[in-house]
């Protein structure tokens, strides 16, 4: 049970002064080693001092870390080691397990708040035949990512996880060489270009990495007001023109398998002048790079063609997969399209 003390008494044989100092002795986790950690003040969820690892037989300081920020959580009045509720839970301020897979274990000490959101981060100090040494590569798989890395001692790899908001997250695997880790797969999902859905998968081979992505498309995601779809049975594809949160239009192909070849634009500004809407000849156009595409629907004919240095490719579509049109789509001003007439 989690307890803040304000009060002055004595606890675990160590004094909680009324100025809100305290220090504890952290225990249980080992036979050969015992930790102490400091606060400078108790009256806050998180306060600053430092952390202690010592040697139980000749109680020599084996490793001292200053922290602007350590968690104050107390468990029936005692500080516990070894608590990692990855990502977002409850931390120690110490921590004891093997993170190199040598059949030692290391230490994870606390020293702030600084991964991601302000998340818990630590420092990494190897057990060696020379004491505990402090470990950069590791540490940094602690400090810059969303908390502590989780261990996964069947498979013998280990994991991070990092976010951009609610709507990008990045998840890493690592294996350990030479003493160090080597990244092996990352998978990225994200959802920042909703109704866009693109996961981004890197995997080492033997040799390097290798990037695969797929890309969906949800029309009933609620950034959708408005789209016109239809498919093209010649090419086996879907064209998909849609309103998204009522301020652009936006351009998809679909292939058969649903996933999204292409869409346009290719970020999520809002840039003017993009596409141009003909309202008499019905014609949707914008141009990307060196190609050009016109998607018409007028006279119950619709299709794309598709212009690239000088030579038209004409995609027709199948009314009967029509849904929505083109003239009720932009019925709306957008943000993103230009309207004129054939006179314009």
């Known amino acids: 049970m989690k307890k803040t003390l304000l ?6 044989g160590w004094i909680l002064s009324a100025l809100g100092q305290a220090s504890f002795n952290i225990d249980g986790f080992s036979k050969q080693y015992y930790g102490k950690v400091y606060f400078a003040d108790t009256s806050a969820l998180t306060s600053a001092g430092w952390v202690e690892v010592y040697d139980r037989i000749t109680n020599k300081k084996l490793i001292h870390v200053d922290a602007d920020e ?106 350990v060489e030479d003493n160090k880790p080597k990244l092996i797969r990352t998978f990225t999902d994200n959802l920042k270009n909703d109704p866009l859905h693109i996961q981004t998968t890197e ?17 009933k995601s609620e950034s959708v007001e408005n789209y016109f779809k239809f498919h093209v049975d010649a090419m086996n594809k879907s064209i998909i023109l849609y309103n998204k949160n009522g301020h652009t239009l936006n351009y998809a192909i679909m292939d058969d398998k649903k996933n999204v070849e292409f869409y346009y634009p290719s970020d999520d500004s809002d840039q003017s002048e993009e596409f141009t809407y003909n309202k008499e000849t019905g014609n949707v156009s914008f141009e990307n ?23 038209t490719h004409q995609w027709v579509g199948n009314p009967k997969s029509r849904k929505g049109s083109i003239g009720k789509l932009l019925r709306v001003k957008l943000d993103n399209v230009v309207y004129q007439s054939s006179n314009t």
């Open 7 to 12: 009060l002055c008494f004595l606890l675990s």
């Open 203 to 219: 995997e080492w081979d033997g040799k390097k990495m290798v990037e695969s992505v797929s890309t969906t498309i949800n029309l």
């Open 70 to 175: 350590l968690s104050f959580d107390l468990h029936d009045g005692e500080i516990k080691p070894n608590i990692a509720e990855i990502p977002y839970g409850e931390y120690s301020v110490l921590l004891y397990q093997d993170y190199n897979f040598d059949g030692k274990k290391d230490f994870a000490i606390m020293d702030g708040f600084n991964s991601c959101y302000q998340g818990p981060s630590f420092l990494i100090y190897l057990a060696t035949e020379n004491g505990f040494q402090f470990s950069g590569d590791f540490t940094e798989l602690a400090q810059d990512f969303c908390g502590m890395f989780s261990v996964d001692y069947k498979e013998k790899t280990l994991s991070t996880m990092t976010k951009d908001g609610c709507c990008w997250h990045q998840f890493s695997k690592y294996i």
């Open 289 to 311: 790079k060196d190609t050009t595409y016109t998607i018409y629907e007028k006279s119950g004919k619709l299709g794309i063609n598709i212009t690239y240095k000088g030579k």
